[in-house]
């Protein structure tokens, strides 16, 4: 049973424009919600996270957003550059667990 | 160095020997993980070390799996017997304090082929 699910696992996205992605989780006891980027043959790297005190972390080109009573954040990239074609993982942590999500596949295209 | 390494970064190995991950964290960092990614997966948590604590060993996936810390820092990760359903990328992160809110810094991977 998933505790995390990304139920996307591509998404293409014209440059320029908009990439939302989605993470769904189930438990409520999470504090911290985080994004990592992954390119392929390289470890995952950190983009963003949001704790459960607030609904909304902007960091210039990358917005993560977090309803808590839906359990679901997301991950808005605007506007979206070629070099952001990666996998996404979203992650989620309390004090002493971290469940990452499975992964989408962001291709932006030229 | 800067980051998390990881050696090696590739090993073949033939069902049923043994094999050894090394992770090096980052200098000052308390926490050290170590996930698997199979192909097409997401990252599976194995096993997290924090400062003297003893490991959260909940994630690993059978017996044949351990892994140590010394001195607070380098951790290896032993996978006894190998299988083939044991061939993944294992990825190696730490992070300055624990698990909550603080970003994890991983290191390349090795990937672990068992033919």
């Known amino acids: 049973d998933q505790q995390v699910k990304q139920n996307s696992p591509s998404l293409s996205v014209q440059e320029g424009r908009i990439s939302i992605l989605n993470c769904d989780y189930t438990n409520s006891m999470f504090d911290y919600f985080l994004w990592y980027k992954k390119y392929p043959a390289e470890g995952p790297t950190f983009l963003i996270s949001?704790?459960?005190?607030?609904d909304k972390n902007e960091d210039g080109r990358f917005t993560v957003f977090l309803n808590k009573s839906a359990k679901h954040l997301s991950l808005h990239i605007v506007p979206s550059q070629p070099g952001d074609s990666a996998v996404y993982f979203c992650?989620?942590?309390?004090?002493?667990?971290?469940?990452f999500g499975p992964g989408t596949s962001l291709s932006v295209i030229p | 160095g800067a980051g998390v390494s990881q050696s090696p970064s590739n090993k073949v190995t033939e069902k049923g020997k043994d094999v050894e991950l090394r992770c090096d964290p980052i200098?000052?960092?308390?926490?050290l993980y170590w996930y698997r990614q199979s192909l097409g997966q997401g990252l599976e948590f194995l096993i997290y070390f924090q400062g003297n604590s003893a490991p959260d060993k909940s994630g690993l996936p059978s017996d044949r799996f351990s892994a140590e810390r010394t001195g607070g820092s380098v951790s290896t990760l032993t996978i006894q017997r190998t299988q083939q359903e044991d061939s993944a990328v294992y990825l190696c992160a730490s992070s300055l304090h624990g698990l909550a809110g603080n970003e994890q810094y991983f290191g390349p991977g090795t990937r672990l082929t068992v033919t």
């Open positions: 992650a989620v942590a309390s004090y002493d667990k971290v469940i």
């Open positions: 949001i704790s459960s005190i607030k």
């Open positions: 200098s000052g960092h308390t926490a």
